[in-house]
């Protein structure tokens, strides 16, 4: 099955620099890679994705980049903020273009980004 | 905008006992997914459900099983539960193959 790999496991900035967290996946076949945003406690937040025939996707301070030949995408943050400190969670699936074919996610193991004033 | 409901939010159980954790998903969405995850874990995968059918299975305990209804909501059961079953239980919804959204979650706590 899919095994994806993230790091650092934890990421200390300063308030306002950028934060960059790496993901890798094993199975080529994955096409659709979400990351989300994990406060303690509460539930996972989609806050980006990115599909397979994309290399780079931005919304505002957040970008994620693709690289399908390595097998491997990130997750940029920029102009960070206090309220950006969570545990970050990459995943994978292959999503399915038929009828009821799901796409389970598997999830790497999370970076704990502490934005420090 | 409407988001899955889960309940209950919090649940205490005694080991051996049974519990069954609810899940509403976002109107309109026809795909639930049920995820578990210990302290300090990411997300396991347990099972999916699309248009009431399974559509995957994951790591999910032969104790366990999960239906999703008519009205399109699921319940996961979980019987036999032993204390390291306690873990925050995530259902997601999405519409087809497109972004799943969680909801607050169940924590269970078996002692």
């Known amino acids: 099955g899919e095994n994806v790999e993230q790091h650092p496991s934890t990421l200390s900035v300063q308030e306002g620099d950028s934060a960059v967290i790496k993901c890798t996946y094993s199975?080529?076949?994955?096409?659709?890679f979400p990351w989300y945003k994990q406060e303690l406690g509460k539930r996972p937040q989609l806050i980006i994705d990115i599909r397979s025939n994309v290399g780079e996707k931005k919304d505002q301070r957040i970008a994620v980049t693709l690289n399908k030949t390595a097998k491997h995408f990130s997750l940029h943050i920029t102009e960070t903020q206090p309220e950006d400190s969570a545990v970050y969670f990459c995943a994978a699936s292959k999503a399915r273009p038929i009828v009821g074919g799901g796409n389970k996610l598997t999830f790497g193991t999370g970076t704990q980004l502490k934005v420090e004033l | 905008a409407a988001g899955v409901i889960q309940s209950p939010r919090h649940l205490i159980k005694e080991k051996r006992e049974t519990a069954t954790l609810k899940c509403y998903p976002i109107?309109?969405?026809?795909?639930v997914y049920w995820y578990q995850q210990g302290p300090g874990q990411d997300p396991q995968f347990l099972i999916s459900f699309y248009e009431k059918m399974q559509s995957d299975k994951g790591s999910i305990p032969d104790r366990f099983s999960a239906q999703q209804f008519s009205d399109y909501h699921s319940e996961l059961n979980m019987s036999s539960l032993e204390l390291g079953d306690s873990a925050l239980y995530f259902c997601a919804s999405s519409l087809l193959t497109h972004e799943q959204y969680f909801g607050p979650g169940t924590r269970l706590t078996v002692t």
């Open positions: 109107p309109r969405h026809d795909t």
């Open positions: 199975d080529s076949a994955s096409n659709y």
